[in-house]
């Protein structure tokens, strides 16, 4: 088991971090401010991220999560990403996470990544050219739509939207929310996971559908502030889809075939989530260190008062920590697939975004009413460690899941078995 980067990945490294350090962080706070301006029905790309994109295509530095090249007709060589197994992206991930813009500009954001993952592994030769394609191109974005309002949706066997087989068309009706990037003014494709039958295999009951945005029926009521963030230009909406037809084609993989598509979307997902929360904890754990440095309470640094200092250590422990069991995970699923990784994925989507949440939560409270404002990227930073808490999974179902693979062994014989 060895958690050193690979030589290819720590090549990536330095060249994502300079890129990062001299073309994005230039323009960081004042594409920051610019998003948080936007208001609900008019969110708009600025012509820097284009240029941007463009910079990091020429780079080489490009869909970068995709676990093998995307030998997908229409995609340049140079755009199909180089191939990076779970835990060479993992270092990547986490510089990324570190800033606002790098995961869009590089072509690595969620939720097209693992939009794009599932059209490269489960979608048709038709899906993957009018869908695939542009999206690996950076030419247009996409939602993913699967929680729902009127139930809980962190058990989603409770889903109540239907895709209903009609023929040689399939019929999509219910509603949707936090479909992120439903907002994004470049999103073009929508993957609705919907009920399909219900008298099949709990499991086997739903279907995934690719939805064009401008089909009629589809709906985006409003958008959804996080803690009082838009998330713009991308955003997070409630979607309602009413009597939308679509033919059969449209349907990933097969009707019924969703909970196995979705499980395997989820795995490296949550891995590259957790990893970009890392490098925003120690995003955070910079500016509590230089707070704690150069400010002065009651004649002494802030470092110095409080048990500001425990505070501090306690962080950087609890990232090293947290990184380990990522970085543990990831070698998990590049070995023995998502099966043997099941536990330590559900292990990570718990600690790792709580434990950002703590580390930024006490940054916060090193900047004091600062802290609260837009005038330090913190406030943003707790508001996605927090919603992470409850995306893709909350905490409890993941715990739910270690503890059943904990107990499992010591289950007790049934009555009148033999040794």
Sequence with gaps: MDFAPTPRALELLERVDAFIHTEIEPHEEEHLQGTLAQAEGAFSVPPLVAELKRKAQEQGLWNLFLPEPAAVPGVPEALAGPGLKNGEYAVLAERMGRSQLASEVMNCNAPDTGNMEVLLHFGSGAQQERWLAPLLRGEIRSAFCMTEPDVASSDATN????????????????????????????????????????????????????????????????????????????????????????????????????FGIAQQRLGPGRVHHCMRLIGLAELALEYACRRAMTRTAFGKPLANLGGNRERIANARMKIDQARLLVLHAAWLLDTQGLQGALGAVSQIKVVVPNMAQEVVDMAMQLHGGGGLSNDFPLAGAWAVARSLRLADGPDEVHRGVIARLELSPYKPEPAGSTA
């Design 159 to 258: 889903m109540q939207a239907t895709a209903i087989v009609d023929g040689d068309e399939i019929v999509l009706n219910g509603t949707k929310w936090w479909s992120t990037g439903i907002g994004h003014p470049e999103c073009e494709v929508l993957i609705f996971m919907g009920l399909t039958d219900p008298s099949a295999h709990r499991y086997a009951q739903h279907s995934m559908v690719l939805v064009p945005l401008d089909t009629p029926g589809v709906r985006v009521e409003r958008m959804l502030p996080v803690m009082g963030f838009l998330d713009a230009p991308s955003g997070h909406g409630e979607v309602s889809f009413t009597d939308v037809r679509l033919p059969l084609d449209a349907v990933i993989g097969t009707p019924g075939g969703a």
